[in-house]
């Protein structure tokens, strides 16, 4: 057993010290693609999950494949970094950049209106996952979280097997049909207050997957979404932001807020 | 040819060497239903076909003349309703049922034998899927599976895609071999255009899909470890495994590589120089090494692999059983060694050590010489591509018809697309995962295993639940 306690001294501390010192990882991270000129004379049919809506690009249903930035570089660009108050949402429609007017005032609502559930989780959070239909990436990304370099305990956040003593369900996925009736039960088992995030594109909007015989168009149609993480999938750090966004460790929620 | 015929033909050839690589369904635009097999044969995928009668309610299954074809009947049945006659058990498999299919049917009789339904919601971070776990406390006599949890309906998704869009689908069937897939659909369409990526772009994609192998084989030693309790062996698995998805986000913008393979070759070189790759991955290949060494000289942890999980070398030959699973039961099929694509047609790939044993320790000593030949091989592929600095990436690939079949060898095994395109549009596309073929294995090889064994077995088999319930 000695031999694992030297091993483990081997490369020091490699745990990030985000979110006390910024994190060069997480800041060049690329992620959805937002709207830099007038979207409204491009072909719909340039996105293949229908994202480019008026006033721009809808977030939400990025997957990040890159066609409107290849084509369109003047109306296109790619957004940079995984956290800050802007790279999760607290209203499905602050994912729409650049935002719809009315958006600020209703993001600040539900940010109070979280902020009052989630006073007393803000020191210890207990999250539970469930996989609503995903690819099977997502599940890495949130593992990683319980690795050595993002470590979320250290956070005060820990991943729990039963709902009855979770805080926060973090759901990934499309939303398959299979998976609505468990879906549910988990969150009905959850105590109050609880709070639920559709983590990556895929949870958010069902992305290429979206709304069929086998699928709803995100997880919002089964349980109450409260904060939204675009992604596909969301990197290890955008997971983390959202969570500590979640339960009013960070400010945030919307991108009207930069 | 009758359905009878072409499975007399498929049992021969099977008896004779050829492999059994999968069985699926297309309804054709006049109502009548076409069932296409795969065989694996050397240098190549052999597609057999043959239609039934519109209106057919049914066929002799194929089943009961070969027992791989267990769960494709039961899926094509879940699909179509079309009955395989002769079929021991046509359970729905892919398609959630009735309410009353979810009643728990036991298989065992016995003194105190309960089931614990496991899933779909687990604990711990990983995807949907029931285990049902018939015991009498401690044995396990039967294990059952329900998939169709998380049944996305993506093979119906494909239908109408361009053959460009169906990359981006091809990428999240089985998200953490994304490279794996999208090559397999790849081949595809190149099979159908006649073109051949570009040596560069079939050196780009070797890359990207070792770092793949690397980064999946070392999910697994992950959960193993921490199966095991050993935090510290569970961190620096971890650890590693991070810095290779780094690694590739750096090289693409991507930590699954995706948006890397295109119809016709890639669409980028690396955006970080192949000497810096190089220098980052000679030093992770040392760190995963000096690990994994001291992974596999840890007793106590190689006591709960030893003859667990065991699935006989017969049963391996017999099943075709693909990846690391087939290879620890010495049945090594290896797409990149016997069915080349891309840069593997002449780099020249370590053939794999032969392993008998088939249990989980077996599993876990190919994956780590697996680990090793990636990095041997991405070695070859940094010195071949600095030769090659500034060739063409792409070639034209725009095919519009016709249908084809594209593989590859995933982490976990043979990936194989079915395409058909027509006017320029995907007709029907039926991806075959390794995990599809390999997961139905789980049913066999609890032998004298017990409960505690369970997390050791499933993380073994190292599969992934999106590339089973498409």
Known sequence: MSLWVLRGLRDGVVTTRWPRRPDEYADSWRGPVRAVGPVGSVDPALCPTGAIREPGVDQGRCILCGRCVAERPDLFAWSRGATG?????LRREALVVPKVPETDEAVAAARVRLAARTAALRR????????????????WEIQALLGPVYDIGRLGVFFTASPRHADVLLVTGVGARGMAASLRATYEAMPDPRVVIAA???????????????????????VPVDVWLAGSPPPPFGILNALLIAVGQLAGGGKGAR | MTAEVLWKDIESRVAAGDRFAGLFATRRPDGALMLSA???????????????????????????????????????HDHFGVIPEGHPRLAPLVLPGSPEEHALTRHVAGY???????????????ESIEYLVETPGEAIPHLNMRLFYKHRGIENRYEGMTPAEGVLLAERTEGIASVAHALAYCHALERLAGCE???AAALVRALYGELERIANHLDVAVRLSDAAGLAVATARFALHKERVLRLVSRMCDSRFGRGVVVPGGVSARPLVPMAEISAELARLSQAIAGDAAALMATSSFLDRLRGTGPLAPDRARQHGALGPIGKAGGFSDDARLHRPYDAYSWLAVPRARAHTAGDALARLRVRWEEVDQSFRLIELVADDLAERPSDLLRVTCDPTGGRAAGWTEAPQGEVIYDVTLRSGRIARCHPRSASFHNLVLMHEVFAGDILTDFPFIEASFGLSVAGVAL
């Open chain 2, 197 to 199: 990526p570009p040596p």
């Open chain 1, 200 to 222: 990556g594109t895929d949870a958010v909007s069902g992305g290429l997957l979206s709304d069929s015989d086998q699928t709803t168009a995100g997880v919002a149609a089964t």
């Open chain 2, 38 to 76: 795969h065989l694996a044969v050397p240098g190549g995928i052999d597609t057999l076909g043959t239609t039934l009668p519109v209106a057919a309610s049914g066929y002799p299954a194929l089943t009961p003349r070969l027992g791989a074809a267990f769960w494709y009947e039961r899926e094509i």
């Open chain 2, 112 to 126: 105190g034998v309960f089931t614990i339904p496991h899933g779909p919601v687990r604990s711990g971070v990983l």
């Open chain 1, 124 to 139: 210890s959070v207990h999250v539970r996952h469930v996989d609503a239909g995903s690819d099977g990436s997502e599940e």
């Open chain 1, 85 to 89: 108050p802007t790279a999760a949402a």
